[in-house]
């Protein structure tokens, strides 16, 4: 059976856990109910594009524990132990996000110029 990513419903944790390919549901540790995420590794690489993307700034050569643990399997649960060998802090919620306060509206206006100009408004 394939290794699959889960994340627990009741206490939030990550896990890895061997699991059948038509699973949905796992078991927390805790005992609570967990859902399957899109896993990576393994073949099977559903969001191998932004793993990808973190594998190819990882030093390959390094030596140090949670790099050869991330290169040997990228998984998420190995993505976030990376990220925190290498004292990088996931974003919180709200943070990093392009604030939407007056883009939509600048935007509708800019359309709307743009169709005048074209002569089809
Ligand atoms: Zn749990």
Redesign the pocket.
Known sequence: MPLYDFT??????MFEAMAAMDAGEGI?????S?KRLLSVGRGYRADGDWIGSVAAVVEKDSDKPHVRAFLADPSRANYRRWMRGEGIRPLEDGEGRPRATTAPAVGREVLERFKARRGCA
């Open positions: 627990c419903r009741v206490c939030g944790r927390c540790p805790c005992g609570g967990a």
